[in-house]
Structure formats: C-alpha cells, structure tokens
C-alpha cells in the first residue's frame, strides 16, 4: 500500500487487484457450470480428486522449483485433515449435489458459507457485531427459503449433499485458521490439494465411480478449465487478495459468484431458475452483504 493509500484510509484498485478481483467473481462464478458439464464423463468424487491432484502436482512442482521447502510432518497432517474437510467433504458434496440440482441454485446454497464461518468463530470467542449478527439471520432466512423451491425439493439427496459441502467447508476453514495450519504460502494449498484430492479418490473407489473412456471432448475441456482456472489461477488470485485488499473486498466473491454462476446455469446450461428462487438468492446476498460490511466497520 503507498503512503497516499495510507493517507486517505482507502487503497486505490491496482491492476493486479482488479485482475485478482475478476478470477474470483468471474472464474469462480464459473466454475459450477464446468462441474456440470464435466459430470457427463467424469464422476463426481473422480472428478473432483483427478482435478485436485493434477493442480497440486503442478503448484508443489513449481514452489519446489522457487526454493520453497517441503512441509513438516505436522503440516502434512493438519492438510489431510483440512483438505479431506474442505475439499473431500466441500468440493465432493458439491459434484454430488451437482448431479441432481442445477449449478446456479448449488452456488446460492453455498453463498451462505461466509455466515457460518462467522457463526462457528463465535465458538472461539469472536464475537459478531450487530450488523454481523443481522446478516447471519436474515442469509439463514434466505437459505431456508432456496431449499423450499422446487430445483431443491425435486431433489433432496442433492440438498443433502450441499448442505454437508457447505459444513464441511465452513468447519475446515476455521480449523485451519486456529487448529491445523497448513505450511507457510502456496505450499500449504498444494499439500492441501493434494491430500483432499487423495481422500477424493479413496471416496470415488468407495462408490465404484468410472470415468468414461474415451470422455467426451466438452468434459474434458471442462475439467481441464477447472484445474488451470479454477484451482491454480483463482485460487491464487484469492490468496492475493486477502494479502493485499481488505477482507471485505477479498470475499465479495461470495455474493457475486451466485449471480454469475445463475445467469450462466440459465443461459449456457438450459437451467430453470423461477421467481421464487431469485427472490431467495436475493434474500441469501442481503444477508453476505451486511455481514462484510459488519466486518468493514470499526
């Protein structure tokens, strides 16, 4: 940050955190539309886990290359711990609900995550705010109200199934963050992805899960779009973020990624979203919102 950021107590946006900015509404946003496409000849546990392991091959391989050392004992076991919650419960739940739900109503559902980290940080003494509190209820409400449209009750496995990614996630998150820290930087997320892609793997031998040989040509390029973009580009732009930006800037993803992510589900997936589902992913980003800029005031 330069002294005139300082100076006037709001950092200008820079290239690179426009740039940042735009991989984690745009390339996230996404990416739930990639998952649907790369069901059609990838399984999702398989999916899930080739995808992980092939990015944390690539991100370790290249940290080694810049010196970075090897992480401990200790840290390789708090990644299997985080990485089997975050991405073999998160990411695994999420290909599993995919299958029967559309990709624009899954990522609304997972826009509530942010309200339930805050809410488990209450269990560690971090107390929430008037405004956090506010938006925790009234995201909760929105939730309440997707789960009763009809692309959720169609399918209660897929609700399920989401409902779980979204716990899994939110507990993995903040256990990293006071329990299980990973190695310092990249290193850390490449440990992380590849021991959740391992626990990913383990779960697709469990179902039986195949993909299909030769896959179709649309999947494949959906599932290579998920590693470049999805687990190396975005993933790192985020890191960027939250070293650079303030943390409300760093996690307005969670209220964009469910816009995009629907407008692209209805007009590239043939997705139908009806006006009660809007007006419950509308209620769900009131609630993000007001708890960012809970998080933002003194």
Same mark, same amino acid.
């Given at each position: 940050?330069?002294?005139?950021?300082?100076?006037?107590?709001?950092?200008?946006?820079?290239?690179?955190?426009?740039?940042?900015?735009?991989?984690?509404?745009?390339?996230?946003?996404?990416?739930?539309? =990639?998952?649907?496409?790369?069901?059609?000849?990838?399984?999702?546990?398989?999916?899930?886990?080739?995808?992980?392991?092939?990015?944390?091959?690539?991100?370790?391989?290249?940290?080694?290359?810049?010196?970075?050392?090897?992480?401990?004992?200790?840290?390789?076991?708090?990644?299997?711990?985080?990485?089997?919650?975050?991405?073999?419960?998160?990411?695994?739940?999420?290909?599993?609900?995919?299958?029967?739900?559309?990709?624009?109503?899954?990522?609304?559902?997972?826009?509530?995550?942010?309200?339930?980290?805050?809410?488990?940080?209450?269990?560690?003494?971090?107390?929430?705010?008037?405004?956090?509190?506010?938006?925790? =209820?009234?995201?909760?409400?929105?939730?309440?109200?997707?789960?009763?449209?009809?692309?959720?009750?169609?399918?209660?496995?897929?609700?399920?199934?989401?409902?779980?990614?979204?716990?899994?996630?939110?507990?993995?998150?903040?256990?990293?963050?006071?329990?299980?820290?990973?190695?310092?930087?990249?290193?850390?997320?490449?440990?992380?992805?590849?021991?959740?892609?391992?626990?990913?793997?383990?779960?697709? =031998?469990?179902?039986?899960?195949?993909?299909?040989?030769?896959?179709?040509?649309?999947?494949?390029?959906?599932?290579?779009?998920?590693?470049?973009?999805?687990?190396?580009?975005?993933?790192?732009?985020?890191?960027?973020?939250?070293?650079?930006?303030?943390?409300?800037? =760093?996690?307005?993803?969670?209220?964009?990624?469910?816009?995009?992510?629907?407008?692209?589900?209805?007009?590239?997936?043939?997705?139908?979203?009806?006006?009660?589902?809007?007006?419950?992913?509308?209620?769900?980003?009131?609630?993000?919102?007001?708890?960012?800029?809970?998080?933002?005031?003194?």
């Amino acid at each position: 940050m330069t002294s005139q950021e300082q100076a006037s107590g709001h950092p200008t946006l820079s290239p690179l955190i426009i740039a940042c900015l735009a991989a984690t509404w745009l390339i996230w946003g996404s990416t739930y539309l =990639a998952i649907k496409f790369a069901l059609v000849s990838f399984p999702p546990f398989l999916q899930m886990g080739s995808r992980f392991i092939t990015a944390g091959v690539l991100l370790m391989a290249w940290m080694k290359w810049r010196g970075a050392p090897w992480p401990t004992a200790v840290e390789w076991r708090n990644a299997v711990v985080i990485g089997g919650l975050m991405l073999g419960g998160g990411m695994g739940g999420t290909g599993v609900a995919e299958e029967t739900v559309g990709s624009g109503l899954v990522v609304a559902f997972i826009a509530v995550i942010p309200l339930m980290i805050a809410a488990l940080n209450r269990c560690y003494g971090i107390k929430t705010g008037a405004m956090e509190g506010a938006g925790i =209820a009234v995201g909760l409400v929105g939730v309440l109200m997707l789960t009763q449209g009809s692309g959720f009750q169609a399918s209660i496995p897929g609700l399920i199934a989401i409902t779980v990614a979204c716990v899994t996630w939110s507990v993995g998150s903040v256990l990293s963050q006071r329990n299980f820290p990973l190695a310092p930087g990249a290193m850390g997320f490449a440990s992380e992805m590849l021991c959740g892609g391992a626990v990913l793997m383990v779960l697709a =031998a469990m179902a039986g899960e195949k993909a299909q040989w030769p896959p179709e040509p649309k999947a494949l390029a959906a599932w290579a779009y998920l590693v470049i973009f999805g687990s190396l580009i975005a993933f790192n732009a985020y890191m960027v973020l939250l070293a650079r930006a303030s943390a409300g800037l =760093a996690s307005s993803y969670s209220f964009v990624n469910p816009v995009i992510a629907m407008l692209l589900g209805v007009s590239l997936g043939g997705e139908v979203v009806t006006g009660f589902e809007w007006a419950a992913v509308s209620v769900v980003l009131l609630g993000v919102v007001l708890l960012v800029a809970g998080r933002r005031s003194p």
